[in-house]
């Protein structure tokens, strides 16, 4: 046969033809042949909807039974085994749903729709149950206010005693009672109402979360309002003694701290006591409300609804597939004529419609190729040769579309589409230039996500991808289309708004704000978006691209540090975060080059009285700005990365100044505080063995500490951690005891030898009897767990004797010593005789 012939179209389409009509004819023998079989199923599928609808109402039984175990749990929720019976019930009408979805047979396919809606329903329901236990089990999402306490007031109490403690630390170093005793009495009472205000908010909390008696409880608000506009009104009094040039610089400074943290302190009070009078103070009863009973509800009624539908279609179903049969029948045998009748239309019709036409468009196409003169197409009367000059004009204009597309990735962000930063500084110069010529203002704003790294992290980077996107959009639609919007990397978004002053852009800033507060959704997840907008304003914040970015950059910086939703460019702020900018490098100099120093606060046996050893403490004078707070350290070197290398630095002198002092015969341990960071350190246990062994110290003489929280940042990391710490034979405590929200579960599996009662409990303890009561408690607790206990903040005689009748183990604070250098403790150690001291105390 001729090869030509086999390649054509014709010949190809006579054997398709062929082909078609028997597939068709058999086609029709075999429809004829499966009626029979499919009356047959039909029989077979009235069961299986009986047993659809039984699935249907054990689903609704579990789903009840889940809700009554529920709402018995949340009663007694020391009854495990019904929340053990929730997730049971839970898990076998979820299990029953995706059986269902899962089965191929015609009953469930045909409810499929209701079946995944339920299905869907319940794992909602299920998602909506554990996050209640959740929250049943975690104290600080059941009750608000605790975390408020926890995350806001905690670190604004602990950097006010800091500042206490060195403002008292220049008082004594400067003799003020003796020089200047207004200026004591003044610090001394402020202090005092420090402390009264704690004790007040401790049993304030204390009372909401157990008896709850509502006079009482406004009452203690009214207390501790009272106490706080007390230290407002005596720090402004105090700072005018400052203006006197009646206080140190230390003490100053300190005093500004005390003022901001007050504040801060104040603000979430506030909160809290917002929350007490809410109906929000307890979330597993809101959850119930809200969540659990609407959804329980709903799926019952979709169970219902699926029901009844099931029993109505099944009374008709076998009559319906019947009458389908027969109907079936008679249309293959149709299907199969009009398909004879149909292949002998087209074949006919082909050459003339289609075959001729294509092959005078494909010599046509040759000539072109080989450069001979081509005549005009003849006019295309059918859409196949239409198509085929079409392609031709659609190709050349793909090229145009292709050539664009090169230029506009060039100047756009390939995930948004937004300009990118090539096109927003022409953008920038372009606007420079027009308010230069109509002498107007234009706005550049500077835009950075809240918290997308959270989101990165614990979604993937896709659903970071999604949540850019969404972000673009809604810039997008509440702003002008004359504005120019850019992504300028990660989560940094650019807007430049021409013809547009201060009052103008804090507008724009609320419309943007408003548009962040729709959810986002990604996966059914929940995606809440929120920003911190920077401001810089031409001329005024700037005459030059760069500069009013880097402007709008620090703004964007000083909102987001305050917390704010936006901040306009101001320059007082700029020298500012040059300093903290400064500050940063400094310490990773100081760190490089030995700059930084340790201090030496002693710890004392009541028994003996003997020094058993020292707490190192970190300390920085910095050249320009003098002392750095500690807990501005610490958190600058978190906020860094330096954390680790500055333990490191800490560990190596504090190990090296205490096998120093043992190789003396100075039977002394040495203890050092610990960050959280520090524990998600994988080469922490290596490192300090290895510097054990460098400077020749016995694991058991040195102490670390660890608080509460870092301990309970991730309790089971932390437990394998101090676990490989102690088999080494190094002690450790937990700090600063009884301001955390520890679990007593994880405490008694801490392979921890030592508890450090805080400062803020023992110092008052002279004066509140609440104080005392902690503190003895916390000594009997440590006692019956086998650990020791050391009492920080021993600052008078009366509470070292109320601690020696409450049998603390040891003590450290001002009454014996203050913090001292490595010679200076030397030399107190050597004039401080054991006799003679026991005559100070006695």
Same mark, same amino acid.
Request: charged share 25%; glycine share 4%; proline share 2%.
């Given at each position: !046969?001729?090869?030509?012939?086999?390649?054509?179209?014709?010949?190809?389409?006579?054997?398709?033809?062929?082909?078609?009509?028997?597939?068709?004819?058999?086609?029709?023998?075999?429809?004829?042949?499966?009626?029979?079989?499919?009356?047959?199923?039909?029989?077979? &599928?009235?069961?299986?909807?009986?047993?659809?609808?039984?699935?249907?109402?054990?689903?609704?039984?579990?789903?009840?039974?889940?809700?009554?175990?529920?709402?018995?749990?949340?009663?007694?929720?020391?009854?495990?085994?019904? #929340?053990?019976?929730?997730?049971?019930?839970?898990?076998?009408?979820?299990?029953?749903?995706?059986?269902?979805?899962?089965?191929? @047979?015609?009953?469930?396919?045909?409810?499929?729709?209701?079946?995944?809606?339920?299905?869907?329903?319940?794992?909602?329901?299920?998602?909506?149950?554990?996050?209640?236990?959740?929250?049943?089990? &975690?104290?600080?999402?059941?009750?608000?206010?605790?975390?408020?306490?926890?995350?806001? !007031?905690?670190?604004?109490?602990?950097?006010? #005693?800091?500042?206490?403690?060195?403002?008292?630390?220049?008082?004594?170093?400067?003799?003020?009672?003796?020089?200047?005793?207004?200026?004591?009495?003044?610090?001394?009472?402020?202090?005092?109402?420090?402390?009264?205000?704690?004790?007040?908010?401790?049993?304030?909390?204390?009372?909401?979360?157990?008896?709850?008696?509502?006079?009482?409880?406004?009452?203690?608000?009214?207390?501790?309002?009272?106490?706080?506009?007390?230290?407002?009104?005596?720090?402004?009094?105090?700072?005018?003694?400052?203006?006197?040039?009646?206080?140190?610089?230390?003490?100053?400074?300190?005093?500004?701290? =005390?003022?901001?943290?007050?504040?801060?302190?104040?603000?979430?009070?506030?909160?809290?006591?917002?929350?007490?009078?809410?109906?929000?103070?307890?979330?597993?009863?809101?959850?119930?409300?809200?969540?659990?009973?609407?959804?329980?509800?709903?799926?019952?009624?979709?169970?219902?609804?699926?029901?009844?539908?099931?029993?109505?279609?099944?009374?008709?179903?076998?009559?319906?597939?019947?009458?389908?049969?027969?109907?079936?029948?008679?249309?293959?045998?149709?299907?199969?004529?009009?398909?004879?009748?149909?292949?002998?239309?087209?074949?006919?019709?082909?050459?003339?419609?289609?075959?001729?036409?294509?092959?005078?468009?494909?010599?046509?196409?040759?000539?072109?190729?080989?450069?001979?003169?081509?005549?005009?197409?003849?006019?295309?009367?059918?859409?196949?040769?239409?198509?085929? =000059?079409?392609?031709?004009?659609?190709?050349?204009?793909?090229?145009?579309?292709?050539?664009?597309?090169?230029?506009?990735?060039?100047?756009?962000?390939?995930?948004?589409?937004?300009?990118?930063?090539?096109?927003?500084?022409?953008?920038?110069?372009?606007?420079?230039?027009?308010?230069? *010529?109509?002498?107007?203002?234009?706005?550049?704003?500077?835009?950075?996500?809240?918290?997308?790294?959270?989101?990165?992290?614990?979604?993937?980077?896709?659903?970071?991808?999604?949540?850019?996107?969404?972000?673009?959009?809604?810039?997008?639609?509440?702003?002008?289309?004359?504005?120019?919007?850019?992504?300028?990397?990660?989560?940094?978004?650019?807007?430049?708004?021409?013809?547009?002053?201060?009052?103008?852009?804090?507008?724009?800033?609320?419309?943007?704000?408003?548009?962040?507060?729709?959810?986002?959704?990604?996966?059914?997840?929940?995606?809440?978006?929120?920003?911190?907008?920077?401001?810089?304003?031409?001329?005024?914040?700037?005459?030059?691209?760069?500069?009013?970015?880097?402007?709008?950059?620090?703004?964007?910086?000083?909102?987001?540090?305050?917390?704010?939703?936006?901040?306009?460019?101001?320059?007082?702020?700029?020298?500012?975060?040059?300093?903290?900018?400064?500050?940063?490098?400094?310490?990773?100099?100081?760190?490089?080059? #030995?700059?930084?120093?340790?201090?030496?606060?002693?710890?004392?046996?009541?028994?003996? @009285?003997?020094?058993?050893?020292?707490?190192?403490?970190?300390?920085? *004078?910095?050249?320009?700005?003098?002392?750095?707070?500690?807990?501005?350290?610490?958190? !600058?070197?978190?906020?860094?990365?330096?954390?680790?290398?500055?333990?490191?630095?800490?560990?190596?002198?504090?190990?090296?100044?205490?096998?120093?002092?043992?190789?003396?015969?100075?039977?002394?341990?040495?203890?050092?505080?610990?960050?959280?960071?520090?524990?998600?350190?994988?080469?922490?246990?290596?490192?300090?063995?290895?510097?054990?062994?460098?400077?020749?110290?016995?694991?058991?003489?040195?102490?670390?500490?660890?608080?509460?929280?870092?301990?309970?940042?991730?309790?089971?990391?932390?437990?394998?951690?101090?676990?490989?710490?102690?088999?080494?034979?190094?002690?450790?405590?937990?700090?600063?005891?009884?301001?955390?929200?520890?679990?007593?579960?994880?405490?008694?599996?801490?392979?921890?030898?030592?508890?450090?009662?805080?400062?803020?409990?023992?110092?008052?303890?002279?004066?509140?009897?609440?104080?005392?009561?902690?503190?003895?408690?916390?000594?009997?607790?440590?006692?019956?767990?086998?650990?020791?206990?050391?009492?920080?903040?021993?600052?008078?005689?009366?509470?070292?004797?109320?601690?020696?009748?409450?049998?603390?183990?040891?003590?450290?604070?001002?009454?014996?010593?203050?913090?001292?250098?490595?010679?200076?403790?030397?030399?107190?150690?050597?004039?401080?005789?054991?006799?003679?001291?026991?005559?100070?105390?006695?």
């Amino acid at each position: !046969m001729d090869h030509t012939l086999l390649g054509s179209i014709r010949f190809r389409y006579l054997v398709f033809s062929i082909t078609l009509v028997l597939v068709l004819l058999f086609a029709a023998f075999a429809g004829s042949r499966d009626i029979g079989l499919t009356q047959q199923r039909a029989s077979e &599928d009235l069961g299986q909807r009986v047993d659809l609808l039984e699935q249907s109402r054990n689903i609704r039984v579990h789903i009840l039974e889940a809700y009554r175990s529920l709402n018995v749990y949340l009663a007694e929720p020391k009854e495990k085994k019904y #929340n053990k019976a929730v997730i049971e019930n839970l898990d076998s009408a979820i299990a029953i749903s995706q059986k269902l979805t899962n089965r191929n @047979n015609i009953a469930s396919s045909v409810y499929t729709k209701e079946v995944n809606m339920i299905k869907k329903n319940l794992q909602v329901l299920q998602k909506s149950v554990k996050e209640i236990l959740g929250v049943r089990d &975690d104290l600080f999402k059941m009750y608000p206010s605790l975390a408020i306490s926890n995350n806001v !007031m905690r670190p604004a109490r602990k950097k006010l #005693n800091s500042a206490f403690d060195i403002i008292f630390e220049q008082l004594l170093e400067d003799k003020f009672i003796e020089n200047d005793a207004v200026v004591y009495e003044s610090f001394v009472h402020l202090r005092d109402r420090w402390r009264i205000a704690l004790s007040v908010f401790r049993l304030y909390l204390a009372n909401r979360m157990g008896s709850f008696v509502e006079a009482t409880l406004i009452t203690q608000e009214q207390a501790i309002q009272t106490h706080l506009d007390d230290m407002k009104s005596k720090i402004l009094l105090t700072q005018r003694l400052g203006k006197e040039d009646r206080l140190g610089f230390e003490a100053e400074n300190a005093l500004e701290d =005390i003022q901001l943290e007050l504040q801060v302190f104040e603000k979430g009070f506030h909160q809290v006591v917002a929350i007490h009078h809410s109906n929000k103070w307890k979330m597993d009863i809101v959850l119930i409300k809200s969540k659990i009973a609407p959804q329980v509800e709903r799926v019952a009624r979709q169970l219902i609804e699926l029901e009844r539908k099931i029993d109505k279609s099944a009374s008709i179903s076998m009559s319906e597939l019947k009458a389908a049969a027969n109907r079936q029948n008679s249309l293959l045998w149709i299907i199969a004529l009009l398909g004879v009748i149909s292949i002998l239309v087209v074949l006919l019709s082909m050459e003339k419609m289609l075959l001729k036409p294509i092959g005078f468009v494909t010599r046509a196409l040759k000539a072109q190729a080989f450069g001979k003169e081509v005549y005009d197409f003849p006019k295309a009367k059918y859409i196949e040769t239409r198509n085929l =000059i079409d392609a031709f004009v659609e190709m050349n204009r793909q090229i145009v579309v292709r050539q664009n597309d090169l230029e506009h990735q060039a100047t756009h962000d390939a995930l948004t589409s937004l300009p990118n930063r090539v096109l927003f500084d022409d953008r920038i110069e372009h606007a420079i230039q027009s308010a230069d *010529r109509l002498k107007t203002k234009f706005s550049l704003m500077i835009i950075d996500l809240d918290n997308f790294k959270e989101v990165n992290d614990t979604l993937g980077h896709h659903a970071g991808d999604v949540l850019l996107q969404d972000v673009s959009a809604r810039l997008k639609n509440s702003l002008r289309d004359s504005d120019t919007i850019a992504r300028l990397g990660g989560d940094e978004f650019a807007i430049l708004i021409e013809d547009c002053d201060e009052q103008q852009s804090v507008g724009v800033v609320k419309k943007i704000h408003h548009a962040f507060e729709q959810i986002s959704k990604f996966n059914a997840q929940d995606l809440y978006v929120s920003a911190s907008i920077g401001i810089a304003i031409f001329p005024a914040h700037g005459k030059d691209g760069q500069s009013l970015l880097r402007h709008a950059d620090i703004a964007m910086y000083r909102a987001k540090q305050n917390h704010h939703d936006y901040s306009i460019y101001n320059a007082e702020e700029d020298e500012f975060s040059i300093k903290r900018l400064a500050l940063s490098s400094d310490l990773k100099y100081g760190l490089e080059h #030995n700059s930084l120093s340790l201090k030496y606060q002693p710890k004392l046996n009541v028994i003996s @009285n003997s020094v058993t050893g020292v707490e190192a403490l970190l300390r920085w *004078r910095h050249e320009k700005y003098g002392m750095i707070p500690p807990e501005e350290l610490v958190e !600058m070197a978190e906020h860094t990365g330096l954390i680790i290398p500055l333990t490191r630095w800490v560990l190596n002198e504090a190990i090296q100044q205490c096998a120093h002092w043992n190789h003396q015969d100075l039977d002394l341990t040495v203890s050092i505080n610990l960050s959280v960071y520090n524990l998600k350190d994988e080469d922490l246990v290596i490192h300090i063995s290895k510097l054990l062994k460098k400077h020749g110290l016995a694991p058991s003489k040195l102490c670390l500490e660890i608080t509460e929280s870092a301990m309970m940042a991730n309790p089971l990391h932390a437990i394998e951690t101090l676990g490989q710490l102690s088999n080494m034979g190094v002690s450790l405590a937990i700090d600063d005891f009884g301001t955390g929200f520890s679990s007593l579960a994880y405490l008694k599996q801490m392979p921890v030898n030592e508890l450090k009662i805080d400062k803020s409990f023992v110092i008052n303890m002279e004066h509140d009897d609440n104080d005392e009561v902690i503190v003895k408690s916390t000594v009997d607790l440590a006692h019956n767990l086998g650990l020791k206990v050391t009492a920080e903040g021993v600052e008078t005689e009366l509470v070292w004797s109320q601690l020696i009748s409450m049998g603390c183990d040891e003590v450290q604070g001002y009454f014996m010593s203050k913090p001292l250098s490595n010679t200076d403790f030397e030399v107190w150690l050597q004039n401080t005789e054991k006799e003679s001291f026991k005559q100070m105390i006695n």
